[in-house]
């Protein structure tokens, strides 16, 4: 089985914020698989996705807050900056998590761990809703 779907989700404010039920209420489809695996893509340059703790929300400030300071704005040798002060600091956020998530499909249902969910890292301060191609391997 191969099943494939783009969506937008609603606007984000600039951070870690968790969308693994977003994307299990879009994928009805992910009932019929017995194994396999999702693969979340999303199609911008200045957030990301990650995989980490679903629980916690501290966890969440906690990589906002350190991001910023792995990658400052205004820092004085970007020169990617006409789009704004926290433009090329998102590029290098983005480029460090990633574009994509793996998440394997066992029995209908995401297999993620007990204190696992999926990120979207929003990276820009001012965002209009970010796309994610949603594809669904197996069986």
């Known amino acids: 089985m191969l099943f494939q779907k783009e969506i937008k989700l609603a606007p984000f404010q600039r951070g870690f914020h968790l ?3 977003k994307i299990i209420k879009e994928l009805d489809e ?21 995989i980490n703790e679903n629980c916690d929300p501290t966890v969440r400030g906690d990589f906002e807050r350190h991001f910023n300071i792995l990658f400052p704005e205004r820092a004085p040798y970007y020169q990617h900056d006409y789009e704004g002060d926290d433009d090329m600091p998102a590029h290098l956020k983005s480029s460090t998590l990633g574009c994509q998530v793996m ?3 066992t029995n209908g249902k995401l297999n993620l761990g007990t204190w696992q969910g999926i ?7 001012h965002d209009t809703g970010r796309r994610l191609v949603l594809t669904i391997m197996g069986d």
């Not at 698989?33 to 979340?40: E, K, T």
């Not at 990120?119 to 301060?125: G, P």
């Open 19 to 21: 969308i693994t039920d």
């Open 30 to 50: 992910i009932k019929n698989v017995r194994i396999g695996f999702l693969q979340v893509f999303i199609k911008h340059t200045s957030a990301s996705l990650t």
């Open 103 to 105: 998440v394997p499909i």
């Open 119 to 125: 990120y979207l890292c929003e990276h820009r301060n």
